[in-house]
């Protein structure tokens, strides 16, 4: 089986999201070409065959964008990479020259989409027109891939979390996007402020909605960092199996800050749990919340607040 590799690029992106969590790498530079080359030559020299994630910052981004594609085309081709998705905003998959280089290479896309409408997700990533650059890629995109081959993450924040259904709903409406991550965000960087990221108690219901939304829809969403709490106990089987189905065996390469990471070390790290966690019946299989949440947040302790 392929070793899944996360490799961060670099942190430049045409996106300021508020919700940023690489926001205080933004002075690191980018990776050069050729340090790519050789990290991924590397994780296939102790690997043999890996799953390549690239993502940044913002990969589409780069002036070498097709020297990386080339060079991950020919790795594919020699059967080193067995699979590559990619982590984007989509803006510039909406120029047909990057489409191009892009498509063939790829074989899943995570779509970076934090609004249904042009005023929500401008608001977020703080940069008009964005919106529109994203949905046009999105166009293109689903026009070239298997339906399937293309999921839509939305993280949360304090502009966006009631949308979080319509979002949902546009995209599957209008592209038949099947898959979603619902994603809660990492309180670092940007994020790590109240003004920007909401409270468990302040998702809970927008979050229970869209599950709810997908799951009549014959969807399986990604869920990422939303304690069992936070679920209606409708949804607590569900939950539960999409879990269990996460693939923690990811390392790769975070930057020159973090260097080598090892990402199942790291995740079990950066989650805490609250008090009254204890006494749930999912405290063994629930990881908690995010470290830097707590420090947000030390009041809500989780258990208590939504079992009373």
Same mark, same amino acid.
């Given at each position: 089986?392929?070793?899944?590799?996360?490799?961060?690029?670099?942190?430049?992106?045409?996106?300021?999201?508020?919700?940023?969590? +690489?926001?205080?790498?933004?002075?690191?530079? #980018?990776?050069?070409?050729?340090?790519?080359?050789?990290?991924?030559? #590397?994780?296939?020299?102790?690997?043999?065959?890996?799953?390549?994630?690239?993502?940044?910052?913002?990969?589409? $981004?780069?002036?070498?964008?097709?020297?990386?594609?080339?060079?991950?085309?020919?790795?594919?081709?020699?059967?080193?990479?067995?699979?590559?998705?990619?982590?984007?905003?989509? %803006?510039?998959?909406?120029?047909?020259?990057?489409?191009?280089?892009?498509?063939?290479?790829? !074989?899943?896309?995570? =779509? &970076?989409?934090?609004?249904?409408?042009?005023?929500?997700?401008?608001? +977020?990533?703080?940069?008009?027109?964005?919106?529109? /650059?994203?949905?046009?890629?999105?166009?293109?995109?689903?026009?070239?891939?298997?339906?399937?081959?293309?999921?839509?993450?939305?993280?949360?924040?304090?502009?966006?979390?009631?949308?979080?259904?319509?979002?949902?709903?546009? &995209?599957?409406?209008?592209?038949?996007?099947?898959? $979603?991550? =619902?994603?809660?965000?990492?309180?670092?960087?940007?994020?790590?402020?109240?003004?920007?990221?909401?409270?468990?108690?302040?998702?809970?219901?927008?979050?229970? !909605?869209?599950?709810?939304?997908?799951?009549?829809?014959?969807?399986?969403?990604?869920?990422?960092?939303?304690?069992?709490?936070?679920? !209606?106990?409708?949804?607590?089987?569900?939950?539960?199996?999409?879990?269990? %189905?996460?693939?923690?065996?990811?390392?790769?390469?975070?930057?020159?800050?973090?260097?080598?990471?090892?990402?199942? /070390?790291?995740?079990?790290?950066?989650?805490?749990?609250?008090?009254?966690?204890?006494?749930?019946?999912?405290?063994?299989?629930? /990881?908690?919340?995010?470290?830097?949440? %707590?420090?947000?947040?030390?009041?809500?302790?989780?258990? %208590?607040?939504?079992?009373?």
């Amino acid at each position: 089986m392929a070793q899944l590799v996360d490799l961060k690029v670099g942190f430049t992106c045409n996106n300021r999201c508020i919700h940023c969590v +690489v926001s205080d790498k933004k002075d690191e530079c #980018d990776l050069p070409f050729e340090s790519i080359k050789q990290l991924v030559e #590397d994780y296939i020299a102790r690997y043999s065959k890996i799953s390549l994630t690239l993502t940044g910052g913002e990969i589409t $981004y780069r002036d070498d964008y097709d020297r990386v594609m080339r060079f991950v085309r020919a790795k594919k081709e020699a059967g080193s990479i067995a699979f590559v998705d990619m982590q984007t905003n989509g %803006r510039l998959l909406a120029n047909d020259e990057i489409l191009n280089e892009t498509i063939g290479v790829v !074989d899943f896309f995570l =779509i &970076a989409l934090h609004g249904s409408t042009a005023e929500i997700h401008d608001q +977020v990533t703080t940069c008009p027109g964005s919106y529109c /650059e994203t949905v046009l890629g999105l166009s293109k995109l689903v026009s070239h891939m298997q339906k399937d081959s293309v999921a839509i993450q939305t993280v949360l924040n304090k502009k966006n979390y009631r949308d979080l259904r319509n979002i949902y709903r546009f &995209a599957y409406e209008t592209y038949g996007i099947v898959e $979603y991550n =619902i994603t809660f965000p990492h309180p670092l960087g940007t994020a790590y402020d109240t003004e920007v990221t909401p409270t468990y108690a302040e998702v809970k219901n927008s979050v229970n !909605d869209a599950l709810g939304y997908c799951l009549e829809n014959n969807m399986s969403p990604y869920l990422e960092a939303l304690p069992y709490c936070v679920f !209606d106990s409708r949804f607590h089987p569900y939950v539960s199996a999409a879990y269990e %189905r996460i693939n923690h065996n990811v390392v790769g390469y975070g930057g020159e800050r973090d260097g080598h990471l090892d990402y199942q /070390e790291a995740l079990a790290d950066s989650h805490v749990k609250y008090d009254s966690c204890r006494s749930c019946s999912f405290t063994s299989s629930c /990881e908690g919340v995010w470290r830097e949440y %707590r420090q947000l947040y030390p009041l809500d302790d989780m258990y %208590r607040l939504f079992s009373t």
